[in-house]
């Protein structure tokens, strides 16, 4: 079996958290990240446990799509926790985790911003995404948050059909490594995840208003129920989107992919 290529002393030399990652799972190749790292919660690792990968066969994006990056370029890293928050909370992790990669951007010298409801972009393009998934344990409700990072990747390492709407830490002109970017993205969780648990939950919220890039401008949401365009104005406590529409009237908008008007598209990588 190959050995994977994610270097575990640079990693731990930047991890600053007391529980996320501390005990990781490092592999050249595995399905899912996600599925991996909820695996080893259930199977008695403490909370916290992360996974990382060269590469995944499967890799998940939201809506069923799929998340590829060239292995060794980008980043998959997956961390699986029991969450003692009310279920009506749960709304607010995915924000959380889009925040946190932000953050871990912004601190690594990109000044990323955020595109409801958990995409993280670089003027426009797209850069990371998250994906949260719960699951049932024996030791009860588990959460598992998944990120990719594109890191390493030029231009030509995409896909065409995605090359004009991705982007990658590398092309922002930052020197980070995977390994950096996955101790920062964990560096900044922690505490998120700290005010969700224990804290209050409008610091997660007013963290994710103020790094959103779209406020005031007109946008798409494409929803299960059809597309609505209006103006973007605010993120409900709950996690919705509001939108004014030409009529004047608002709409909120529970789920769904948002897209600026003047974009080609926010793109997956």
Sequence with gaps: MAEPRFDRARFQARLRTHQLGRVLIARAETGSTNDDALEALASGLPDGVAVVADAQAHGRGRAGRTWTHAPGLGLAISVALHPGCEPGQAGAIPLAAGLALARAAQRLGVAARLKWPNDVLWQGRKLAGVLCEMRRTPDGDAVVIGAGVNVR?????????????????????????????????????????????????????????????????????????????????????????????????????????????????????
């Design 153 to 269: 990747q030029a231009a030509a390492d995409f896909p065409p059909e995605i090359r004009e709407r991705a982007t990658s830490f590398r092309l922002a002109g930052a020197e980070a490594a995977v390994e950096d970017v996955a101790a920062e993205f964990l560096n900044a969780l922690e505490p998120l995840w700290t005010e969700l648990e224990e804290g209050d939950r409008r610091v997660v919220l007013d963290g994710w208003r103020e790094n959103a890039a779209f406020w005031g401008e007109p946008v798409t949401a494409r929803t299960p129920g059809g597309e609505v365009r209006g103006i973007a104005q605010r993120l409900e406590d709950s996690g919705a989107l509001v939108l004014r529409l030409e009529s004047g009237l608002e709409a909120t908008v529970l789920a769904g992919d948002l897209e600026p008007e003047d974009a080609g598209g926010g793109g997956g990588a």
